[in-house]
């Protein structure tokens, strides 16, 4: 089983920075790909971005192209999420998931972390 850990979500204003850790511990060996989520108060959870492990290859949701960057430490099993130039609409939990493959199906959730972004 793959364990996931969020930390770093904060209080921010708008036009600011965050940046997002997930720790994995456990069996990780199968977790090709890892990502954030994100899930705002009366609104549907939204893939945020994603990482293949081994070759890099990143995805972004269209609403954060440009602002967020996914970015991984293999050495310390750590994924990030780099979040600059931050909207009100950002204000969200934030998850971190990991799978076999990108967009097809996670296994493994973290507990999520609050991300809360002011005008």
């Known amino acids: 089983q793959v364990q996931l850990v969020e930390s770093g979500g904060g209080s921010v204003q708008a036009g600011g920075s965050l940046r997002l850790a997930c720790a994995a511990s456990?069996?990780?060996?199968?977790?090709?790909?890892m990502g954030w989520f994100r899930q705002a108060p009366g609104k549907e959870r939204e893939g945020v971005a994603a990482?293949?492990?081994?070759?890099?290859?990143?995805y972004y949701a269209d609403s954060v192209k440009g602002r967020f960057t996914i970015s991984q430490d293999n050495a310390k099993k750590t994924l990030y999420l780099q979040m600059d130039s931050l909207k009100v609409d950002d204000t969200a939990t934030y998850y971190c998931?990991?799978?076999?493959?990108?967009?097809?199906?996670?296994?493994?959730w973290g507990q999520g972390t609050q991300v809360t972004v002011s005008s």
């Open positions: 998931v990991a799978g076999e493959y990108c967009g097809v199906g996670y296994y493994a």
């Open positions: 456990g069996y990780t060996d199968s977790s090709n790909c």
């Open positions: 990482i293949y492990i081994d070759v890099g290859d990143t």
